[in-house]
């Protein structure tokens, strides 16, 4: 997803939908999510871990700022 330039955008939460057959093949880091300020430079903000499940998983950040 590409935010319009000058514009702010917060990311809060990641929403992803697996089949119960995918959930072996992204276990343990092989479903990375990431962003960039930049389109360049790319930072890691979520790896999926075991806790991954058929159907919808969601990961949530707690703001502490």
Do not use: C
Request: aromatic share 18%.
């Amino acid at each position: 997803m590409q935010f319009k330039p000058g514009y702010v955008a917060i990311l809060s939460q990641v929403k992803f939908f697996l089949t119960a057959s995918d959930t072996s093949n992204f276990r343990n880091g092989n479903l990375v999510f990431e962003g960039s300020m930049d389109g360049i430079t790319y930072t890691n903000i979520y790896t999926v871990d075991n806790n991954v499940h058929g159907g919808w998983n969601y990961y949530s950040w707690n703001s502490t700022e």
